[in-house]
């Protein structure tokens, strides 16, 4: 892309947010969505994508922030737009207080123990969640009223989730364009070597996991007072629909690169919502296929594919351009 | 001449197997040593256990007079003791110059440090280096596509790139054509004497570290054969009948 067509495209593209929801008021809460799913598979990109470490646990700091705000909202007696900030500001602060915690015990586990060891995390919250009357049990959280007029909830939250999944996209972003891609991507490649370089892994990998927490613990409060209804295991720690989707959907738009996980979050998003209205009964099965198809075409994910095809444009030399 | 490196009564055992035993050894300040034995004796083990890959069972590590045997790899390599690996170890996924980039020396971490940009100066040194070794063509290229010899002359850039104090380089000529093992040779002497890098160096192709090194130690089963100057060490009985073998 040449030097003025991309910030043509990012501002056409800022444009085309900002208006959905005048321009599509019947799905605000569906295109909220997903922001949220975008949220999902970038941050889920961080460690999975960029660093190589799968993970299936971080479900768990979205749950965690969700909790967490909603905690606030109840107790700390503000009104509902201060107590909804601060407790989407006490939710992302708890995630990462999370994420550094059991990142130094998890983190050391390498490969396949790291996804495994995870996997457990999203299931033992929603156990655990699911038995702490404090904080509803099983029975679960109703968020507070949302004061407004009607209809416009759902043009705030839009608005809301937006302004949150633009902030993880710009911030990783800024982050990827430094040194701090290149020490994850180097622990991708070959923790061993860095060690042995002396690179601080542990420190590396733990803000790694620390940044996708701190996102996550934002938009879980979004998403729970968005759908109004806090289940430990259907909606907080949802691992086996959020938990899975978040590397499905990186995984599907390419995982190691920025756009990847935005364009596998909008496809599949899109095509999930498709299939629920016009082929309800199956439309778990047509998702199953289209993923069965891509991972056999696309094995490298969407932009992976676009990456192999066109290496020059990911700023990837394939002759030597000796000069 | 001050040892930069001492190694004292190292011991170390993989359970019944004992890997290195009663090994002691020394690196002069600014001198390129060479360790040899058969495929076996515990050479690459005597590194492992010098850079902190696993613990000693007992003995000591010393570089520059600090105790070292109890630190974890990658505060070793920060001190500037730094090692390539047999099977050469690069960032595939990442071009030669990222390759580069991302290994100078890593001093205590900084929020700059972390997210910060790569300075001008260390692409310009990164790209001194991939000249140096003779990459700079490949600079752009993804690592992970080179040869297998320019895969070891990368990472001997990104070792330099370091700026060790001390390297340790296992067999850093097996696996490459001899035209290359010549400018090699002629790179690895030009990092000793130009930039002052101290070398211990793990090789079979004994012209090379003959040619190289100013003082052998030989290992076999695990101990410490023979030690001495390379002319010494080439009519040594023992070396000969463990390792050199008659002719």
């Known amino acids: ?323 | 001449m001050t040892a930069i490196l001492e190694v004292e009564h190292l011991h170390k055992a993989f359970g019944g197997v004992v890997a290195n035993q009663d090994v002691s050894l020394q690196v002069p300040e600014g001198k390129v040593i060479g360790l040899i034995g058969p495929n076996g004796s515990g050479k690459t083990t005597l590194f492992n256990s010098i850079v902190g890959q696993h613990p000693i069972d007992s003995g000591a590590v010393r570089f520059r007079g600090r105790e070292i045997s109890r630190l974890r790899v990658p505060a070793i390599a920060r001190l500037g003791l730094l090692r390539t690996f047999q099977q050469t170890r690069i960032y595939g996924g990442m071009s030669c110059m990222q390759n580069m980039e991302i290994s100078p020396p890593h001093g205590s971490p900084t929020p700059r440090s972390l997210f910060g940009h790569i300075p001008a100066e260390v692409s310009a040194k990164a790209e001194e280096l991939l000249q140096f070794v003779g990459l700079y063509a490949k600079r752009h290229l993804l690592a992970g596509d080179l040869s297998f010899g320019q895969q070891k002359l990368l990472e001997f850039a990104m070792a330099l790139m370091n700026e060790p104090t001390l390297l340790l380089l296992d067999e850093p000529t097996a696996g490459i054509n001899p035209t290359l093992i010549n400018g090699l040779i002629d790179r690895l002497r030009r990092a000793n004497e130009e930039m002052g890098v101290s070398l211990l160096i793990i090789e079979h192709n004994m012209s090379v570290i003959m040619n190289l090194a100013e003082y052998l130690y030989c290992l076999a089963h695990g101990e410490l054969l023979a030690e001495g100057e390379p002319e010494a060490i080439r009519s040594d009985q023992r070396v000969i009948d463990a390792y050199l073998g008659g002719h």
Request: proline fraction near 3%; charged fraction near 10%.
């Open chain 1, 1 to 323: 892309m040449s030097a003025y067509r991309k910030p043509l495209f990012y501002l056409a593209l800022l444009a085309l947010a900002l208006a959905a929801p005048y321009l599509a008021p019947a799905i605000r809460t569906q295109m909220s969505f997903l922001w949220v799913m975008i949220v999902f598979a970038l941050t889920w990109d961080v460690l999975g994508g960029q660093m190589g470490y799968n993970s299936f646990g971080n479900v768990l700091f979205f749950g965690v922030g969700m909790y967490t705000c909603a905690m606030v909202q109840q107790h700390a007696g503000l009104g509902y737009y201060p107590g909804l900030f601060v407790g989407m500001a006490a939710g992302g602060a708890m995630s990462v207080g999370f994420a550094v915690a059991l990142g130094w015990g998890i983190l050391g586990l390498r490969g396949h123990y790291f996804a495994i060891g995870t996997l457990g995390l999203g299931i033992a919250a929603a156990e655990f969640a699911g038995g702490w009357d404090y904080i509803g049990a099983g029975s679960g959280l109703v968020t507070p009223l949302y004061p407004g007029v009607v209809g416009a909830r759902e043009t705030f939250f839009y608005y809301l989730c937006f302004a949150v999944a633009a902030a993880t996209f710009l911030t990783l972003r800024w982050v990827y364009a430094g040194r701090f891609r290149l020490a994850i991507n180097a622990i991708r490649d070959d923790e061993d070597k860095a060690e042995a370089m002396g690179l601080h892994t542990t420190l590396y990998k733990t803000v790694a996991w620390s940044i996708a927490a701190l996102f996550l613990g934002l938009i879980g409060p979004v998403a729970g007072n968005l759908i109004g209804f806090i289940d430990p295991r259907d909606v907080a720690f949802a691992s086996s629909s959020y938990g899975v989707w978040m590397l499905l959907m990186a995984i599907l738009g390419g995982k190691g690169t920025l756009w990847g996980p935005v364009v596998g979050a909008a496809v599949f998003h899109i095509t999930q919502e498709l299939f629920w209205t016009y082929l309800l009964g199956w439309q778990r099965v047509a998702l199953g296929l289209l993923i069965m198809l891509i991972v056999v075409f696309f094995p490298m994910g969407i932009m992976g594919w676009a990456r192999e095809r066109w290496p020059e444009r990911f700023g990837q030399r394939v002759d030597e351009g000796a000069k």
